[in-house]
């Protein structure tokens, strides 16, 4: 393709007007869609143009299609699901990874976008108390980071049973068995569809969603043959973690493979308010999570982190004459996740923070704290939300951080509501990446609504939460 760059220029001035007319709206504007797909899908279905349309009339065509259809899901009055907001140096690294057109699989064709992975990734392992020897990969989210987990104990086991996946395929395979907790993310069970492990051996919980040991010990002592466990840190419904430490130890004693999905949770890590929750973290196996959550970046950007590099490379590297590999370093990005091409996700993390209780690490790695925030509330809501939270676990409350947006003179606001300062990374280099000291943002706290046993009854796996 070749094109003159002032061809791009009218378009982008279009869509970043289009942009900046959206985030100013926010703060104001209903937060649902005002109609529905079906209504707008008879805008969208006109026929084919037979001619080719000015650039900018298709952003402003789509712009104008689009809007009523869009949710405010980065607006501080959004509460549903776990979804997170987006940073400004996030939002604008995005926009470069668009302008870039990187495909990010190989170091020896993209070496900017694999050295800026290689650093945040390296930050990550940092933060979260990780073993530094381990292999980070960037997903699409905390469902494909958990399918890179998972995918890679599948293949240790198998292999440590004698059965190679590569080679001889699952058919005949020894059967492996996945212990999950009884109120596991439904997502646990989708990917183990995918893997082709069938349906997982449920492990009673408390009141909590927190997986018992002893019952774990006893459904291990139970079985035989290669085996994973697969534990949460942060329970969707309480904010509960499973008792990371003390179950790791009792399915290494077995030789089963550890996941940890911290879609996330996983971030209390870097708290030292909360990491507690999360003793023993680092003795798993793998761990994933998400970056659009917590770090509030675009989607999609999810983590998989592996401890043990060759298993992960070994399960999804592909090696021909046209792949340039990196066999002796750090590993190309493609080794790491289910994609050849892909976007550079991790220039996105430009931006990123965490919200009030995780807490905050400048360049010195001290630890940060917010001013509190408020917002207006009627008595009514205090008098729900006090018994909602009655008997809740000390498990990571707040979900997720609230965008704040400019004034034009410099402040910000969040609909006439007073800012917090939002708690960020931060580090040098990686694109735009960690690095955005000071995030002008909310860091309120959102607690979460009670009990709610909508996720996982009877050992089956509901919806109940967006990822």
Avoid at 311 to 339: C, I, M, N, Q
Wanted: glycine share 14%; with cysteine; proline share 7%.
């Amino acid at each position: 393709m070749s094109a003159d760059p002032d061809d791009y220029r009218q378009a982008l001035e279009r869509a970043k007007a289009h942009a900046l007319d959206w985030l100013s709206s926010l703060p104001t504007r209903p937060v649902g869609p005002r109609v529905d797909a079906d209504t707008l899908a008879a805008g969208f279905a006109a026929p084919l143009p037979l001619q080719p349309t000015d650039p900018a009339e298709v952003i402003d065509e789509l712009a104008r299609l689009a809007e009523p259809g869009l949710m405010a899901m980065t607006s501080g009055r959004f509460f549903g699901w776990v979804i997170g907001g987006t940073l400004p140096a996030a939002l604008a690294a995005d926009w470069l990874v668009s302008a870039w057109d990187q495909n990010a699989g190989m170091r020896f064709a993209t070496p900017a976008t694999a050295a800026a992975e290689e650093a945040a990734g390296g930050w990550i392992l940092d933060l979260l108390g990780l073993p530094d020897g381990a292999d980070v990969g960037f997903t699409t989210g905390a469902t494909m980071a958990n399918f890179v987990g998972l995918a890679a104990g599948r293949d240790h086991v198998l292999g440590g049973a004698g059965w190679d996946v590569a080679i001889a395929g699952l058919a005949g395979a020894p059967r492996v068995a996945v212990y999950v907790g009884d109120e596991r993310h439904a997502v646990i069970d989708l990917v183990l569809r995918y893997l082709g492990l069938g349906a997982p051996i449920v492990v009673p919980a408390d009141d909590q969603g927190r997986m018992l040991p002893e019952a774990l010990a006893a459904a291990l002592n139970q079985g035989t043959g290669p085996a994973i466990v697969c534990l949460q840190a942060g329970n969707v419904h309480s904010g509960a973690f499973d008792p990371v430490g003390e179950l790791t130890d009792l399915a290494h004693q077995h030789g089963a493979w550890v996941h940890v999905d911290g879609a996330f949770g996983l971030w209390a890590a870097v708290s030292p308010r909360y990491r507690e929750q999360l003793a023993g973290l680092d003795t798993a196996d793998s761990w994933a999570t998400d970056a659009h959550k917590t770090l509030q970046v675009p989607y999609d950007c999810g983590m998989a982190i592996v401890a043990r590099p060759a298993e992960l490379r070994s399960t999804f590297g592909v090696h021909t004459s046209y792949l340039f590999a990196d066999e002796t370093g750090p590993g190309d990005p493609y080794e790491k996740v289910p994609e050849l091409s892909r976007r550079a996700r991790c220039s996105g993390l430009g931006g990123s923070a965490l919200p009030g209780p995780i807490g905050h690490r400048d360049a010195g790695g001290a630890a940060g704290r917010s001013r509190p925030g408020h917002r207006r509330r009627t008595g009514s809501h205090h008098r729900r939300r006090g018994a909602q939270r009655r008997g809740l676990h000390p498990g990571l409350r707040q979900l997720r951080r609230r965008r704040a947006h400019p004034t034009g003179d410099g402040r910000t606001t969040q609909g006439g509501n007073r800012l917090d300062v939002g708690f960020v990374l931060a580090g040098p280099g990686c694109a735009a990446g960690l690095r955005e000291q000071l995030v002008d943002g909310c860091g309120r706290r959102r607690r979460i609504r009670g009990r709610r046993r909508t996720g996982l009854r009877g050992g089956r796996a509901q919806p109940s939460d967006g990822i």
